[in-house]
């Protein structure tokens, strides 16, 4: 299903609940010009609103998962134009971020910048062995701008973090893997299969459930540990008012753990 002309949602025939983000600008490493920002954006929301996609891929393809901001467009903007430009780009990560379902990212070849900022977004990232890592915004003259100084230290603490936007470098797979920036290495040739099959894991589980597992931890990260705490009782009280909180509990009543079939 066409987005745009650079974002498609498509649909596995092996995994049908899982929806596959596909990025699709090869020409410029599927570097996010605003129109690419935008169709993300449209993206997150529709699969977002679908109820019959359980859980999400973010794939680039083979050579790059994405390359970065699209420094070409970005390169003569004023301070004023740069205001909107960023705030577009943010949102329309923000909005990834905020999927209510599992999001997996599937990096092969290149993430970098906001490609880098953009895998920060899923809930687990799987990478091919050549893959390389980075936010390389500082040898522009510039920092990273959609949550690469912020998303970035949450995820690996904040000295690793700044090493990597100090210096700019590109992090190869396997250190992305020790530092926990990546949490699969796979060869190249199996990323989107790796990503895929990380995805389908969670496509049989309590959808509702699932969402507020999301929200808790990611709402509950930004926030001291009392008022964590109390958006976790909210939220596991509110879960006594679905479907499959019955069907979870009296299944394991009746039949022992492990043996609910939630719709
Ligand atoms: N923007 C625009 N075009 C790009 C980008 C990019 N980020 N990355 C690659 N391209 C283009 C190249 O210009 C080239 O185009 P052409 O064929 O027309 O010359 C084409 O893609 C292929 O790239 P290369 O020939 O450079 O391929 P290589 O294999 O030699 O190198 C690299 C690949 C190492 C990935 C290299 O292209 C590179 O370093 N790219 C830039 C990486 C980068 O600096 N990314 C960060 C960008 S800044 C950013 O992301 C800020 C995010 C926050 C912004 C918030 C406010 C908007």
Sequence with gaps: ELVGEFVRVETDPDHPAVAVVRIDRPKALNALNGQVT??????????????????????GGERAFVAGADIKEMAELTHAQMLEYSRALQNALTSVARIPKPVVAAISGYALGGGCELALCADFRVAGEKARLGQPEIQLGVIPGAGGTQRLPRLVGPSRAKEMVFSGRHVRAEEAL??????????????????????????DGPAVALAAAKEAVDRGLETDLDTGLEI?????????????????????IEHGPGKATFQ
């Excluded at 060869?187 to 389908?200: K, L, N, T």
């Excluded at 976790?232 to 394991?252: H, I, N, P, V, Y």
């Design 38 to 59: 935008g169709e993300i954006a449209v993206a997150a929301t529709r699969v977002a609103a679908d109820a019959s996609v359980r859980a999400v891929v973010l794939y």
């Design 232 to 252: 976790e009782r909210l939220q596991f009280s509110g879960l006594f008012a679905t479907e499959d909180q019955k069907t979870g509990m009296r299944s394991f």
């Design 178 to 203: 020790r530092i926990g920036l990546v949490d699969e290495v796979v060869p190249d040739a199996e990323v989107y299969s790796a990503g895929m099959a990380m995805a389908a894991r969670y496509t």
